[in-house]
């Protein structure tokens, strides 16, 4: 196995489909790339992660508090797009808050398979991308952020966070890098 993971954050039902209940046509725009970054990675033996944005149905959140209610359990919001095309040996992790670090097992799982690169894609550059880039940086992970699979709400907050990402961060590549970096990882 590579020393590489794939964390594919919240590319779930509420944030990435028309009917979703906080729905962003950028994160529908993104699908199609993340799935072929998804297909290369796989290509490379890359551990692949699926964070699940998820609350508690009926329980308190406080992050709900402060957002529109969204991914909740059992209303089908929480589910992952079947565009991305999990398997069975893939990794899908539920959080409750913006880092795919914080209070779910995600290091151990990283660690477990000795992963030291991750690649990270998925919605939103200014909240859940760059509270889970900001974890793997602190966690000593080599952070790479494709540029065409990220997405928010706004083209400007969004290059923002990807210029502070590549300035402070880890890596901000194109797709085209990114498969070059994949294959030079491998020899």
């Known amino acids: ?18 009917n979703g209940a906080v729905y962003y046509p950028q994160n529908e725009q993104i699908l199609p790339r993340i799935r072929k970054v ?19 149905e009926g329980k308190f959140d406080k992050e709900l508090t402060m957002v529109r209610q969204n991914c909740i359990e059992g209303t089908g919001g929480d589910e992952l797009m079947p565009e991305l095309g999990v398997q069975d040996s893939d990794f ?28 990270i894609c998925g919605t939103k550059t200014n909240c859940c991308i760059r509270a889970t880039v900001n974890d793997a940086y602190h966690l000593n992970y080599d952070v790479i952020v494709p540029r065409e699979c990220v997405a928010t709400n706004d083209e400007t907050v969004n290059d923002v966070h990807l210029t502070d990402i590549q300035k402070y961060l880890g890596r901000v590549f194109s797709m085209d890098e990114l498969f070059k970096w994949l294959e030079g990882e491998e020899k």
């Open 38 to 56: 998804i297909d290369e990675c796989r290509k490379h033996d890359c551990l692949i992660v699926f964070m699940q944005h998820s609350h508690r």
């Open 1 to 18: 196995m590579s020393n590489t993971a794939l964390i594919v954050v919240d590319m779930v039902y509420d944030f990435a489909h028309p």
């Open 92 to 119: 899908v992790i539920k959080k409750r808050r913006y880092s795919s670090f914080y209070g779910t097992d995600l290091d151990l799982v990283l660690r477990e398979h000795n992963i030291k690169n991750v690649i």
